[in-house]
């Protein structure tokens, strides 16, 4: 697809807090432009308003210097590499949650670079931005306005952020086993004048007594990062208050440097949520930037599966 002269002014006219995020990262990574022309060539591309939406939160509360397209950039670099380390071997290079620990969540500097390289890219990638839309957009509204939420894994806060949004009375948790991930997520809210609003803390919901049980329960990116994800998925149940909600955004093929559960399809990500006693209400895939869903299916390349799901 051709590129407009102007670029990036006319895919992006209509959104400007995107266009703005763009041209500073250019300014800071110029190599990383041709990327960008390729993601934002279509400036009819539903994932626009989610992107640029979070490109104005973005410059409230993270670009404000440099730091977070240095943890952006060290993201990309370090995914390029398990890329090709996925293209040669069919697999993922780790295998055990242990270590994953070592090298990411227990790593201080390298889980502070991907947290915030997460962030960042949840504007600038196209199954990313598409799959936080979904989650806003058709997941919150089933969400009731005076229950509660619980996000295991909230990384980089910002869905946290957007359950805030849904209704003053939300009562929202986050826990996580990363104090690292804690801590951004814990800087994110506050920038916003919305810690007060989320009980947070660094818990293993594998070994949680459930004490209660929530209305919504949001995990993001996180099964594909489990030893057992089948368990994860019945300590789910065990936490979910009856006609609760479940969200789930599970990559396939996607590699990463702490992804050790490597699903092909999305069917396969299906299957194994009905199988542990769930019925997938809603399902819909985002495929990586600059491909349709067949091309990533043929080439094996990223797709987000994005799943509304309830106890059967």
């Not at 949520?273 to 895939?285: H, I, N």
Request: aromatic share 10%; charged share 25%.
């Amino acid at each position: 697809m051709d590129v407009p002269d102007d670029w990036p002014g006319r895919p992006l006219a209509a959104w400007p807090n995107l266009r703005d995020l763009v041209r500073r990262l250019i300014a800071y990574w110029p190599a990383h432009e041709a990327f960008l022309k390729r993601r934002f060539s279509d400036p009819d591309d539903p994932t626009l308003r989610i992107a640029d939406d979070i490109g104005e939160l973005l410059a409230k509360t993270a670009v404000e210097d440099d730091t977070a397209f240095a943890g952006y950039r060290w993201m990309c670099e370090a995914m390029f590499e398990e890329e090709l380390h996925f293209r040669r071997t069919g697999r993922y290079r780790l295998s055990s949650a242990s270590a994953a620990a070592v090298s990411v969540y227990d790593n201080v500097p390298v889980m502070t670079h991907y947290m915030r390289g997460l962030l960042v890219s949840q504007a600038l990638w196209r199954n990313h931005s598409g799959s936080l839309g979904f989650y806003r957009d058709r997941f919150l509204p089933q969400v009731r306005g005076e229950g509660s939420l619980l996000e295991i894994g909230p990384g980089h806060g910002l869905l946290l952020y957007f359950a805030a949004l849904r209704s003053p009375s939300l009562k929202l948790s986050g826990w996580d086993v990363s104090a690292t991930s804690v801590a951004i997520t814990r800087e994110l809210l506050g920038k916003l004048d919305l810690e007060g609003r989320c009980e947070l803390g660094v818990r293993d919901f594998l070994a949680e007594k459930p004490v209660r049980r929530f209305d919504a329960i949001v995990a993001s990116e996180l099964l594909e990062h489990l030893a057992a994800p089948a368990e994860a998925l019945q300590a789910f149940r065990s936490l979910l208050a009856p006609d609760g909600r479940l969200y789930l955004n599970v990559p396939v093929n996607s590699p990463a440097p702490d992804h050790i559960q490597l699903w092909r399809a999305p069917e396969e990500v299906c299957r194994l949520v009905e199988e542990a006693g769930f019925a997938v209400d809603t399902v819909e895939l985002f495929p990586v930037s600059g491909y349709t869903e067949a091309e990533a299916r043929r080439k094996a390349l990223t797709i987000s599966c994005a799943i509304i799901a309830r106890e059967r």
